[in-house]
Structure formats: C-alpha cells, structure tokens
C-alpha cells in the first residue's frame, strides 16, 4: 500500500491527477488497482496502433461506410471527434474481419501478452455496448449500473460520468472489467429514463426475430445479437436522441404526477407510444434496407431489387408489398407501431414520379426539359449558359450526368442532380483536384435523395477513387446544401 500526495500523477498511466484518479478521496491507493489499470491502459493503446495498422487499412475503411451508412449526415458525421471515437471503438470490439474474427480476437491471437493483458482480454473479447440504467452513484466518484437486458449490476469509478448523470437515466455504453473493477471503454450516449419501456420492448422483438433468422441451433444470447447489430443500434440510438416531441407533448411533460396523477400517465402513454414509433422505423429501415437484396422464392429466386427490373417482377414485389401494407394497417388499427410500406417502394424506385416532381420543384425548374437522348447534344441541359466558377466544375456535372443516364435515371432527375451540383459549386469555393471523387460523390447524393441503395464500394471501383473518400465528399455535399432525404419534399 501506498500513501496518496496531493498533486502528484497517477502512475496507473491515466495522465490524470492522482487525487481524481485511483487516489480519488482516499487516504491510500491499492497497488493492484494501480497495475491493473496501467496494464489496461497499456493494453487499449496497444489495441488502438494494432487496428490503425496498414494491414487492415482496407478494412477499417469498409467497416467505418457501414457504420456511417445507418447515420443520417444531419445528426453525425466523421468530422466529429466523438463520433469517430465511437465507430473506432465498434470497429475493434464488434466489426468482423473477412477471416472471420473481430480486430481484438485477431489481437488476442497474433500478438505477444503477459499474463494481465491475457486476462483483461479474455473478458473484453466478450465486452458489448448495451443499455444501463443508473441506479445509483456519488457524485465526482463512481455510477452503479444495472443492465436492463440481463439485470446484471457493476459499479464504474468514473468521476467525469458520476458528476453527469442522474439515477434513472439510461446509457448505451460498452463497459470493461479491469482487474476487479469496471471501467468505460470510450463515451457513451444518454437517453431519458422514460425511454426505457419501449426501448426494451423493441430490443426483446429484435432479439427475438434474430433468433428465429439464426435457426433453432443457434446460441440464444443477448451477446450475439449485441455484437451483429450493433451499428444499427447505436444509428438508432442517435435518432432518438434527436427526437423532437411536439409543443403540446412538451408542454405535457411540465405536469406534477402527484397533482394530476390521471392525465401525468396519459402523457407518459403517449410518449411512450411516440418513442416506440421511432424505434419501430429505426429497426425496419435497417430491416428492409437487408430486405430488398435477399433471394425471395415468391419472386422466382431473384431478390425484389433483381425483380423489379421486369414488368412481370414489379407486379409480383407490388403483391408482396400489399400484403406486407395489410398487416401494416392492422398494427395501425390497433394502435400499434406500424411501418410505412411506402419507403421499400421508394427504395425499388416503384413511386418515380411523384418523387420527381418533388425533387424538381425543390431545386427549381430553370432548364428547358426534353429527351434525354438530347442531354448529350447540350438541347436538356445547357451547359454554356450555366455561369459555372470554374471548368472542372462542369466536367464533373457532365461526368456525373453521364453515370445517372447509364444507371437508368431520367432527363428530369438528371437536370435536378445537375441544378443540385451547380447550386453547391455556388455556396463554396470548392477547388476540385479529383472531379472523379466528386461524380462520385454526386452520383451517391441522388441515390440517397431518391433512397435508392447503391453500396459506396461499387462507385468507388466504377469511379477509381475509395470509398471513405465519397463518403466524406458526399457529407460535404449534405451539409452545405442542408439536405433531408425525410422532409416533405422527399417523402412521396
């Protein structure tokens, strides 16, 4: 045992202040604790330089699209520390490698340890993000947390945490052990405790259809669902941190339950009711996202993204989907949360034409509409009386026209990507030193204005440029013009 001094910095390697750290408010400090917090520091750097190494530099740049792809640009992006942080983490802990294995059991078997680093991984391997409820802390020091998937309860020293948080709330964190203490892995994200009814309830149903989709065989437990779902869980996370109640519900949520107990629990239904809304749409987004690209024995084994493209196929989605539209309703009926059918057609392109009208009468009408055959004889879009500020601006328009036409995109949806590109080349000072990166990026935009799925990956080998590289040009794109693929202009 050792004496605590006042000033002095931790030696467990934290780089905080000893008093705020393993000598927070105590008169000693355990050795142990010392060694094994140094070795889990030690231990998360080493991972970090092990993840961030050229050989799965590839890698990393396919798991950080997926991750980002479920994220609408509005609520996070990847000039975000944070955000960044985050999809690191995920990326180590959860995110499986082409062989099969995830970066820290790839880790745990290639490199050299001692014996803490063998025992702190052989928990951390297993180590998912999930949802705690505070149940308890003191302030400065330590939170109490208790799973509210499998009940189980740790405790984590965390002065930062312990000084933000309140009993009640719910946090969506990976926790790790460290010796025989538990520690955050990186930050997490806060929901409201009233979140916890419908957010359970969701999660139980999900868990549920991933079971069934495993087969009976399967190991049923909540780690594999934790660790296969995650980046879709943490996206919806994010969207129901942003959820805008309406000024009457706001207005609602002001009343004392113990002076209007009847009408406090009528409001709570009703939220409760509208958080179970989004999460029900943040889950089927995914769901449908998946849907559309797997084999359907109704439509002759082709998948509805493969049937579409004949006549015939169309037909037989449009009956699948008016079955689906059915049981829909019935949930809406009932009172449940129920999905718009709608948003698979969008993604199948079946709803072209009122979508188009939309997209048109949002970036204006200004260029004279005919054939698209006459998009390359200048006659549709007039390139020379369009004031561009510089000419690498317009071969990329014209790059990016001529990808559209090929992909099937007609002489309207094509003007209106052009008048979108021509508006952003505006409102910036954007010098392009690749025009390839930004065809790219301006083709991926109107798939995404239109929710059509088109896999970064595919544009990048079509266009020779990578696909981290779209997807930040393409968020440069979303910022700067404020787009919202889910606002009245883009919902019909």
Known sequence: ?????????????SGRPLDSCCGLNQKVVSLTRVRWRRAGQLLRRRLGEFADSQLYA?????????YFDLIPPEIADQEDDFTMERCFEWYIFDYTLSGGRTVIEEFRQTCELDALE?????DWVHARTTFYEVVDLEKGRWVELR?????????????TVA???EPGIILYIRVLKVGEEYEFSTGGLALPG????ALLKRLKSDFRAFCRKLGPDSSRDWNAFLRDRAHAINAMVLELGTLNLSPALQSDLDLDPFEYPEQAHQVMDRLSAHIAQRITDSFLDDFYEQWIHQVIPALEG?????????AAGRAQVEELLRELEKIEKIRARRGEPHYDINKVRRKLGLLPEKRLARVHNLFGSGLPLESTAALFDGDLVRWDELKWTASAHAAVARQAAA?????????????????????FCKKTTLRVRKQQLWAAALVYTVHRLYQHFIPQQALARQFGVSASAISGSYRHIWRVMKLDSSSDQFKK
Not at 1 to 13: I, L, N, Q, T, V
Not at 194 to 197: E, I, N, R, W
């Open 1 to 13: 045992m050792r004496k605590a001094r006042s000033g002095r910095m931790c030696p467990c390697g």
């Open 58 to 66: 590839r890698e990393a740049s396919q798991a950080q699209e997926l």
């Open 118 to 122: 063998r025992q702190l991984l052989a």
């Open 147 to 159: 799973n509210i998937l499998d009940q189980t309860c740790c405790r984590v020293w965390d002065a």
């Open 163 to 165: 000084g933000g948080v």
């Open 194 to 197: 009233l979140y916890k009814a």
């Open 302 to 310: 082709k998948s509805p993204l493969q049937a579409v493209q004949s």
């Open 403 to 423: 990808a559209l036409h090929e992909q099937g995109f007609s002489a309207r949806q094509i003007q209106a990507a052009v008048q979108l590109w021509y508006e």
